[in-house]
């Protein structure tokens, strides 16, 4: 094809596309009634407390009142008898220190503790909540009633594209 003929098919074709941009146009409408459109969601949450536990356990023994009975007991029996009596009488005062030691510190065979111990305690609750997915807006222009779904809420004049095309 020359170059003539290809710009007057592109003149042509400018034409006809200009013309038809010039069908389509932008005016407003007037908005008759907006309502929202809203969904029920269920967003599960954790919900926790704290509980207190009564539980046992064996109470730990101390060393400390069988090392001061021992050394007590086994100063005390030093300062009695000479000689081979005396080492005897040390070594039996250590012992007999050393359980009164042990027994005065735990309680005389102490036993099992009781203690309160926190648990925590949890579980899953439904959360429903409302939300809005948009709006059912009604309108009016030129003497027709038009119903559509907006993301939002137009307000009183709603933008709209109007398009003139020929019947066939």
Do not use: K
Not at 35 to 58: A, D, F, G, I, K
Not at 98 to 116: H, L, W
Not at 132 to 149: D, K, P, Q
């Amino acid at each position: 094809m020359n170059m003539q003929v290809r710009v007057a098919v592109a003149a042509v074709c400018f034409g006809v596309l200009s013309v038809a941009a010039a069908n389509d146009f932008e005016d407003s409408a007037r908005v008759v009634s907006v309502s929202p459109q809203v969904e029920q969601v269920n967003q599960p949450r954790q919900e926790c407390r704290t509980e207190y536990v009564t539980t046992q356990r064996q109470a730990q023994r101390g060393m400390g009142g069988s090392i001061i009975g021992g050394i007590a007991g086994g100063i005390l029996g030093n300062q009695v008898g000479g000689g081979n009596g005396r080492t005897a009488a040390t070594a039996a005062g250590a012992i007999v220190g050393a359980i009164a030691g042990d027994r005065v510190e735990n309680n005389n065979g102490g036993g099992a503790v009781v203690e309160q111990q926190p648990v925590q305690r949890c579980v899953m609750v439904d959360n429903w909540q409302s939300r809005t997915n948009g709006y059912a807006v009604t309108y009016e222009y030129r003497g027709h009633t038009y119903t559509s779904v907006m993301p939002y809420d137009p307000g009183q004049r709603l933008r709209v594209r109007v398009s003139v095309l020929p019947l066939p």
